[in-house]
Every structure is written in structure tokens, then in C-alpha cells.
């Protein structure tokens, strides 16, 4: 008697395990990511700015920050370099801040 109910509940348990995994692969084959573009202002270094700041993230990061100074741009840069190895050499790093401000600058230097 006591067989039968431990062999029963086994085949519950391996019934609801083999239905949860089931359940796992329908979810992930359903999931589609939507694309969403942030257009970039034209402008003198776009195409080097886009080339540089968009292999990592969207350039919904430097929308969000709102227009901004000439400093703040420069540190962003920076800090793309050195903390997240951004592969910007140094000799172009006047023309994406220079872009950055035109474009997305506050007016003030620092
Ligand atoms: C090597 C990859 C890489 C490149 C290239 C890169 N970034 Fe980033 N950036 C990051 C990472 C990682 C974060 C942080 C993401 C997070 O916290 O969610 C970030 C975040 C940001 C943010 C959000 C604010 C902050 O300080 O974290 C801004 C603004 C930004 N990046 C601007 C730029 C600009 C401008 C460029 C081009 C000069 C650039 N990024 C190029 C990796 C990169």
C-alpha cells in the first residue's frame, strides 16, 4: 500500500516538472524586443559621434542627460574611456565633446 502512494506521488511530481519546463520554453520562444530608434541632430561629427557612442548603448543614454554643458559632455566622454573602455582614441575626443555640445550643449562651458 505504502509503494503504491510513494510510486503515485512520483509521477505527480515528475508530471508537474516535465509540464513547468514545457511551460519555461513556450514563454521564452514568445518574447520579442522592440526596437526604438533615437535619432541623432545632424551636424558636423555626427557620423563619428554615432560610430563611437552607439556600439554599447542607444543614444537614448545622452538624450536623457538633456542639454548640457561643455565640462559635463567632456566627462562623459572620459568616463566612457576609462571606465568602460570605450575604444575612442584621444585625438578624437574634441570632435565627439564638440558635437555633443552643438547639438546638445546648454550654452555654458562648464
Ligand atoms: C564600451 C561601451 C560604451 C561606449 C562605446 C559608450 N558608452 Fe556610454 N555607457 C556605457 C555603459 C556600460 C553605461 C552605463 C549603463 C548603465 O548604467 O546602465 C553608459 C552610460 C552612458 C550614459 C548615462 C550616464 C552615465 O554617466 O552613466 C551616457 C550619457 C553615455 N553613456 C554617453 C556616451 C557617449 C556620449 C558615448 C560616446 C562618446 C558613449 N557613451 C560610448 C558604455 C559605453
Given amino acids: 500500500m505504502k509503494k503504491v502512494t510513494v510510486l503515485a506521488l512520483m ?5 508537474i516538472s ?8 513556450e514563454v521564452q520562444k514568445g518574447i520579442k524586443m522592440p526596437y526604438m530608434a533615437f ?7 555626427m ?11 542607444s543614444w537614448g543614454y545622452v538624450l536623457n542627460q ?15 574611456i576609462t571606465v568602460f ?3 575612442i582614441k584621444n585625438k578624437d575626443i574634441d570632435e565627439v565633446v564638440e558635437y555633443l555640445y552643438a547639438n546638445y550643449g546648454n550654452g555654458k562651458e562648464n
Avoid: D
Wanted: charged share 30%; net charge positive; aromatic share 8%.
Fill in 47 to 57: 557620423y563619428s559621434t554615432k560610430g563611437k557612442c552607439n556600439m554599447c548603448h
Fill in 11 to 15: 509521477t505527480a511530481i515528475l508530471f
Fill in 66 to 80: 538633456g542639454a548640457q554643458s561643455k565640462k559635463f559632455w567632456r566627462k562623459k566622454v572620459i568616463k566612457m
Fill in 18 to 25: 516535465v509540464n513547468a519546463e514545457e511551460k519555461k520554453v
Fill in 85 to 87: 573602455q570605450a575604444p
Fill in 39 to 45: 535619432p541623432m541632430k545632424q551636424g558636423k561629427g
